[in-house]
């Protein structure tokens, strides 16, 4: 099974970057599409940034112009670079894929989650 581990999150002020990677173990038959979720407390986890697998990409719009989804050239990555960070970016950051394991079997895979934490 596929296993994913983010990592870069951290402690920023307000105007601020980071780029958060995402680490994928293992291998898929195919790769539907990967994203970047994130999570506050009490809140539902929603989409940030996807790519698909043949790279089109699309954004929340509270980060479009300011964040960027993008594969790894090498190794098996997924990276958001986040840029103008906003106190409103605070948040669990999750990594995932869907993708097929065979020709006939799918699944969504997630990882543990990093925080970031955007201060004013």
């Known amino acids: 099974q596929v296993h994913l581990v983010e990592s870069g999150g951290g402690l920023v002020r307000a105007g601020g970057s980071l780029t958060l990677a995402c680490t994928i173990s293992?291998?898929?038959?195919?790769?539907?599409?990967m994203g970047w979720y994130r999570q506050t407390p009490g809140m539902e986890r929603d989409l940030v940034a996807q790519?698909?697998?043949?790279?089109?990409?699309n954004y929340a719009d509270s980060v479009k112009g300011r964040f960027t989804i993008a594969k790894g050239d090498t190794g098996n990555t997924l990276y958001l670079q986040m840029n103008s960070l906003k106190t409103e970016d605070t948040a669990v950051y999750y990594c995932?894929?869907?993708?097929?394991?065979?020709?006939?079997?799918?699944?969504?895979?997630w990882g543990q989650g990093t925080q970031v934490t955007v201060s004013s």
């Open positions: 995932s894929i869907r993708g097929y394991e065979s020709p006939t079997l799918w699944g969504d895979y």
């Open positions: 790519i698909t697998g043949g790279g089109s990409t």
């Open positions: 293992g291998s898929l038959f195919r790769t539907v599409a």
